[in-house]
């Protein structure tokens, strides 16, 4: 069992940055693909970023590419989202994820992949 906890959140101008944090308890945690995604009001789930356990690999939204940036941490059991160059339309409730798959360079934009969530945390940006 693996719990994910989200911060970094909170309220920011556009045009600012927030670094969101995801910590992860369980010693697997250096085996499986990380993803944050997130959840407009009124609107569903959608992708943000992932990336392979190994940091390989990495994958981003379209929306997102060249503002926000996904890393990790595997010896802290974090997972991390830069984000630069905020918007108002990136005001959402974020989530982090893990996939139990362990294959090397492996990582997914399908949240129906992943086996464990965080709580999410808020992002704000004002105009």
């Known amino acids: 069992q693996v719990q994910l906890v989200e911060s970094g959140g909170g309220l920011v101008q556009a045009g600012g940055s927030l670094r969101l944090s995801c910590a992860a308890s369980?010693?697997?945690?250096?085996?499986?693909?990380m993803g944050w995604f997130r959840q407009a009001p009124g609107k569903g789930r959608e992708f943000v970023a992932a990336?392979?356990?190994?940091?390989?690999?990495?994958d981003y939204a379209d929306s997102v590419k060249g503002r926000l940036t996904i890393s990790r941490d595997n010896t802290e059991n974090t997972v991390y989202l830069q984000m630069n160059s905020l918007r108002p339309e990136d005001t959402a409730v974020y989530y982090c994820?893990?996939?139990?798959?362990?294959?090397?360079?492996?990582?997914?934009?399908?949240?129906?992949?992943?086996?464990?969530w965080g709580q999410g945390t808020q992002v704000t940006v004002s105009s």
């Open positions: 994820a893990a996939d139990r798959v362990g294959t090397i360079g492996y990582y997914t934009r399908y949240d129906s992949r992943y086996d464990y």
């Open positions: 369980g010693r697997a945690f250096g085996t499986y693909a």
């Open positions: 990336i392979s356990w190994s940091s390989s690999h990495t």
